[in-house]
């Protein structure tokens, strides 16, 4: 059972605008959520994080938004650049019970010049 | 993120062979993490080992697939018997501290299963 979703396979974003990609959950135990990055024949790099604490986490172009009452959280990338073009995996875990991250199927972003 | 050593980075086996990926973590990391991404699929899972001792490995298959982190050397996966469904990006991690956070991922070793 996928217990994190991402909706949309792919993004495609103009350089310079927002990009927006967005994950959904069902496990409302879930306490800490993760965005990657991956590259190509790469593994993935962590890029933001965000506990449950809290509804917005800022790192210079990127911010992550959570609302729990939704189970939905969302990253923000403003001003988009080509470089960022990759695949984004939402992940997620439950602190208290075990130790795995649960991972979405990817975002396929886009960014053109 | 270059730090996670994993090899082969491309594995081609035949049905019931036996596939051995192996993973070195980042310096200063004892903790190891083991990820299957299947074609068009998320990262699943598998296991989480400390150095000698298998500490959580609830996404594990039952058969057939075994890990280990020895006192000296990489941490192994094994999967004995390939069938075509394993083929698939296995992904290590490491991380110094326990919990699954900021995991540090390797390159991936690419299982195909003729």
């Known amino acids: 059972d996928q217990q994190v979703k991402q909706n949309s396979p792919s993004l495609s974003v103009q350089e310079g605008r927002i990009s927006i990609l967005n994950c959904d959950y069902t496990?409302?135990?879930?306490?800490?959520f993760l965005w990657y990055k991956k590259y190509p024949a790469e593994g993935p790099t962590f890029l933001i994080s965000i506990s449950s604490i809290k509804d917005k986490n800022e790192d210079g172009r990127f911010t992550v938004f959570l609302n729990k009452s939704a189970k939905h959280l969302s990253l923000h990338i403003v001003p988009s650049q080509p470089g960022d073009s990759a695949v984004y995996f939402c992940a997620a875990r439950n602190s208290n019970s075990g130790y795995a991250l649960n991972f979405g199927k990817g975002t396929s972003l886009l960014v053109t010049p | 993120n270059a730090g996670v050593m994993q090899n082969p980075r491309h594995l081609v086996r035949r049905r019931g062979q036996e596939a051995r990926l192996r993973c070195s973590p980042m310096k200063g990391h004892s903790h190891v993490y083991w990820y299957r991404q299947l074609p068009e699929e998320g990262l699943k899972f598998m296991v989480y080992?400390?150095?000698?001792?298998?500490?959580?490995e609830s996404g594990m298959p039952k058969e057939r697939f075994s890990a280990e982190f020895p006192k000296e050397g990489p941490s192994i996966l094994r999967i004995q018997q390939v069938v075509r469904g394993d083929s698939a990006a296995y992904f290590c991690?490491?991380?110094?501290?326990?919990?699954?956070?900021?995991?540090?991922f390797g390159e991936g070793s690419r299982l195909t299963v003729l």
């Open positions: 991690a490491s991380s110094r501290q326990g919990m699954a956070g900021e995991l540090f």
């Open positions: 496990n409302s135990m879930f306490d800490y």
């Open positions: 080992l400390q150095k000698e001792n298998i500490i959580d």
